[in-house]
Structures are given as structure tokens and as C-alpha cells.
């Protein structure tokens, strides 16, 4: 009987890792280059004159726009306000979300308590709650803060339960058959296999979070990137307006990439099969 050989010495991880990385420059070449592409496709639409630039800016005037207030240092109070309301939103619904899945998924008790208010909240879109948390908190960041929480904590909340309840019943029985106590069943098979379903609650929580954050700006608020937003729309500016869209977009990408970067490490933890 012959063993098989590896030609090279390389380990077997090595070779996963090639196409691992392969993907991840391709997709990063495509996706690069087709934003370029749009841009010079938005700036040449809007230099020929198809459209009114008042209606769409362009590429250029968007950049000329953000010179001289990052020049002057005056955006950074805007930028440190929103970002202030996002952090804190964001990391109170995780803070919250993210046992309240793990409740509800694990105990039944805990999902018919809570889970008729999540499905209730769930169905509302946040923003509806606005002008009630404006009067309670104010026009301050903290109103923000408040509908940049609310916004989260239902996606996290949702994906921790629906993560827990996908478990595999058959390895908890395994696990339960050999006395594993609650905080080793928690730690070696339910959040392990939660964790996918985590992440995308994570991203799509951070996505609602920069939603309230700029809704309650727009709506009331007399700082922030989407208080500049409101002003610059008041006056026609549109390429100030579209530096605003920018700068919430870059900030999305940011935790987005953040996200995925942290999730990688728990890539031990996903089947083979599932890699991408």
C-alpha cells in the first residue's frame, strides 16, 4: 500500500491559502475598478452637460467642496459629533443585542417574554421614534445616540437568536450525554455556530446605526455630518451634500471591512466547505 506524497513539502494550509488570497486580490481589482469606472462615468456625464451638475455635481466638484473645510479644520467638529453618536449607538446594541439573542434562543422563557417586543420593533421602522426621543433626550447627540441603538440592536439581536436556534440539536445532545455544563455547551457548540449568523447582524446593525445617526441629524440637530447635509441642501449645494453621502459611505466601508477582518479569525470555526 502507498502512501500519498507532497510534492514540494508545502502544507496542505499553504495551498488553501493561494486561492484564499487569489479571490481576495481579484475582488479587490474588479470591485476598485468598477468604481473608478463609474466615477469617470459620472464625471464625464456631468462635464458634456447631459444633466444639470447643479442636480448631480461630479467627481471633481465633490472633492473641490471637501478642500477647504478639511483645510480649515471646521468638518472635524461635524465628523467628531457623528462619530461620537455612531460608537456609542452601535456599541450599546451590541452590548444589549447580543445577549438578548443568546436569551431567546437559549431559554424559551426569555424568547416568549421578549420575543413579541423584538418582532413588534422589528416590524417599525426606528426612525418613526425620533420625535418622541428627541423630546425625552433632546436635539443633543444623545437623541441620536438613542435611534442609532434602536436601529442596531434588533439586527444583532434577530441574527444571535436565529444563529442559536440553527444549531445542530445532535451535538448539543452529545455534548449534554457527557455532562458538558451550560457555560461549556455555550463556549464549544452554540457560539460557534453562531457566529456567522452574528457577523451579518453585526454588518447590517452597523448599517441601521449610520442610518438613525444621519436621519436624527437631517431631522434635528445643530452639529454632525448630516446637519451639513440638511444646511447644504437648504442652499442647492450638491456637491457638499454628496461630500456628506461620501463620508457616512467611507465610514460604512470602514466597519464593514473591520468586521470582516475580525471575522476571519474565527474561520477555525466554519466548515471547509463554507470558506470563501
Known amino acids: 500500500m502507498s502512501l500519498p506524497v507532497t510534492v514540494g513539502g508545502d502544507a496542505p494550509g499553504i495551498h488553501r491559502s493561494r486561492p484564499a488570497a487569489a479571490l481576495r486580490g481579484r475582488r479587490f481589482f474588479i470591485g476598485a475598478g468598477t468604481i473608478i469606472g463609474l466615477l469617470a462615468l459620472w464625471e464625464a456625464v456631468a462635464d458634456v452637460g447631459l444633466v444639470n451638475p447643479m442636480l448631480i455635481s461630479s467627481p471633481s466638484r465633490v472633492v473641490a467642496a471637501g478642500i477647504e473645510p478639511f483645510a480649515s479644520g471646521d468638518i472635524w467638529q461635524d465628523i467628531n459629533v457623528s462619530a461620537r453618536e455612531f460608537v456609542w449607538g452601535y456599541l450599546s446594541a451590541i452590548a444589549i443585542g447580543i445577549p438578548l439573542g443568546l436569551a431567546t434562543g437559549c431559554y424559551k422563557r426569555a424568547d416568549y417574554v421578549c420575543g413579541p417586543f423584538i418582532d413588534m420593533?422589528?416590524?417599525?421602522?426606528?426612525?418613526?421614534?425620533?420625535?418622541?426621543?428627541?423630546?425625552?433626550?433632546?436635539?443633543?447627540?444623545?437623541?441620536?445616540?438613542?435611534?442609532?441603538?434602536?436601529?442596531?440592536?434588533?439586527?444583532?439581536?434577530?441574527?444571535?437568536?436565529?444563529?442559536?436556534?440553527?444549531?445542530?440539536?445532535?451535538?448539543?445532545?452529545?455534548?449534554?450525554?457527557?455532562?458538558?455544563?451550560?457555560?461549556?455547551?455555550?463556549?464549544?457548540?452554540?457560539?460557534?455556530?453562531?457566529?456567522?449568523?452574528?457577523?451579518?447582524?453585526?454588518?447590517?446593525?452597523?448599517?441601521?446605526?449610520?442610518?438613525?445617526?444621519?436621519?436624527?441629524?437631517?431631522?434635528?440637530?445643530?452639529?454632525?455630518?448630516?446637519?451639513?447635509?440638511?444646511?447644504?441642501?437648504?442652499?442647492?449645494?450638491?456637491?457638499?451634500?454628496?461630500?456628506?453621502?461620501?463620508?457616512?459611505?467611507?465610514?460604512?466601508?470602514?466597519?464593514?471591512?473591520?468586521?470582516?477582518?475580525?471575522?476571519?479569525?474565527?474561520?477555525?470555526?466554519?466548515?471547509?466547505?463554507?470558506?470563501?
Request: with cysteine; charged share 15%.
Open 121 to 276: 420593533l422589528n416590524a417599525v421602522p426606528r426612525v418613526t421614534f425620533l420625535p418622541i426621543l428627541i423630546l425625552w433626550f433632546g436635539i443633543g447627540i444623545w437623541s441620536k445616540v438613542a435611534v442609532a441603538f434602536l436601529g442596531a440592536v434588533i439586527p444583532i439581536a434577530i441574527a444571535t437568536h436565529t444563529g442559536v436556534r440553527t444549531n445542530e440539536a445532535r451535538f448539543i445532545r452529545v455534548a449534554r450525554s457527557f455532562c458538558a455544563s451550560r457555560f461549556k455547551l455555550l463556549t464549544s457548540i452554540i457560539l460557534p455556530g453562531t457566529v456567522p449568523y452574528l457577523f451579518t447582524g453585526l454588518k447590517y446593525g452597523a448599517g441601521r446605526a449610520l442610518l438613525g445617526v444621519v436621519v436624527g441629524e437631517i431631522y434635528a440637530s445643530t452639529a454632525g455630518i448630516g446637519h451639513m447635509i440638511s444646511d447644504a441642501a437648504n442652499l442647492f449645494d450638491t456637491s457638499t451634500v454628496f461630500l456628506g453621502v461620501a463620508l457616512f459611505m467611507a465610514a460604512g466601508v470602514t466597519v464593514t471591512a473591520l468586521l470582516n477582518r475580525i471575522e476571519q479569525h474565527f474561520d477555525r470555526w466554519r466548515p471547509e466547505m463554507q470558506r470563501r
